[in-house]
């Protein structure tokens, strides 16, 4: 042992992992010998940008945390052309509800932003979810908030128009006691359109219109809103939550 | 008793709900005194076309089960826009989930074709899930189910134009080893339009467009599809699914 790691002692992956699980709710109602198992059988990767993680269909041997950066759940149809189903961050939990889906993925998995994962066995899910039902009441908790994000996702792609989309995507990256805000998007515009489940081409004449209507300015990846209230006025009518919504 | 009743012994209330509750998957895996609780403290109902069960954000007090008819889920705007998130007809159990959203509705519910519906006590659901482990687990299915459904959902309104979306619920209609079709919508144009995500002009343009690029032909509510192959190149493409399809 060096003097360097006298004072400070070099993490093993195992508890570095244990850190991580601790601070993340879905794992919080499971028994201490199934951490154990988790952060023996657990990996931590560091991938970058671009790589399929994996793809619609494909056999669910594993279900993944994310530690940093972005990944995008999609399907391909068979035309080729792809639908961005969900797009998630650090703290998100994906391909975990496998277990209940013939043990296969139901939509394919890319990172978009260079990230740190973990996954872990899914077997070891499938344990903990049919021997403690403390795990499986707090399963069916984490099942029924996606649920309720899908229904707000169709519901605004329902009502929505493609102006108001993108002001909805604005406002959740707004701090909510701002009345004026200047965001920076990090993602590429053609992924926040599909996100949107728009083309490149709605996405840039809508951001127009947003531009002339609901007073906001665009500079390259920075955008600005001058009024957030006005901003609001212009989305949230389209929508049954009351800004600033949690879901 | 009468001579006739001796015969055709009339059916209880409760032993008409036991057998409903017999043969519907939902329930197959409660203990034998859950199923008795619910037979005694459930409710048939017939409601009619118009009249709402519950709004969103109503107090949770009863889930529901519907025998027969047709029931819209819904949510409206605070501009007074109405998104219809999901058509539920016989069989479908709905408002179950809130037990896991602060005992309150996440949606409304309204009946849109004459209807008998059963309704039950939601403690009783939210006790069976919280003590039987058996019944989690199959809640779990039940829930990852209709998350599956709601992914198909957000995919097909990103991908499918307006005229394949017409196609896609036309083909659900279509019995997989007919060559050709006949159909008669029984709803109104304007809900098929709305359980679509477009407004009733788009729907009359795109079937027009259907008429003219994929064989189908429209009188009044009937439609013929004289061609099912055809009506399947033009429509899924824009799937990630093979026709015919079970989500």
Redesign the interface.
Same mark, same amino acid.
């Given at each position: 042992m060096t003097a360097l790691e006298k004072i400070l002692p070099i993490e093993t992956e195992g508890q570095k992992i244990a850190k991580i699980l601790a601070a993340i709710v879905f794992f919080a109602a499971m028994r201490p010998q199934t951490k154990n198992l988790l952060q023996r059988e657990g990996r931590i990767q560091s991938v970058p940008k671009g790589h399929i993680i994996f793809m619609?269909e494909d056999d669910a041997a594993r279900f993944y945390l994310i530690q940093r950066g972005w990944v995008k759940i999609f %399907?391909?149809? +068979?035309?080729g052309?792809?639908? #961005?189903?969900d797009v998630l961050t650090a703290g998100s939990v994906f391909g975990e509800?496998s277990i209940?889906?013939n043990k296969a993925y139901?939509?394919g998995a890319e990172v978009i932003e260079d990230a740190v994962i973990l996954s872990f066995p899914s077997h070891i899910l499938e344990n903990e979810?049919?021997?403690n039902?403390d795990f499986?009441?707090s399963?069916?908790?984490h099942?029924? %908030?996606?649920? +309720?994000a899908?229904?707000k996702? #169709?519901?605004?792609?329902?009502?929505q128009n493609a102006a108001q989309r993108i002001g909805c995507f604005l406002l959740r990256l707004c701090k909510t006691e701002q009345r004026s805000a200047t965001l920076h998007l990090a993602w590429e515009k053609s992924l926040i359109a599909?996100r949107l489940?728009m083309t490149p081409e709605t996405f840039s004449r809508s951001l127009a219109k947003l531009q002339k209507e609901a007073g906001i300015h665009i500079k390259g990846p920075t955008i600005t809103i001058s009024d957030i209230g006005m901003l609001v006025r212009y989305t949230?009518?389209?929508?049954?939550n009351?800004f600033p919504c949690d879901n």
């Open positions: 619609n %399907r391909e149809t +068979l035309g052309e792809e639908a #961005i189903l509800t209940f889906e139901a939509y979810t049919a021997e039902i499986a009441l399963f069916l908790q099942i029924s %908030r996606k649920n +309720l899908k229904d996702e #169709i519901e605004l792609r329902s009502v599909a489940g949230c009518t389209a929508c049954s009351v």
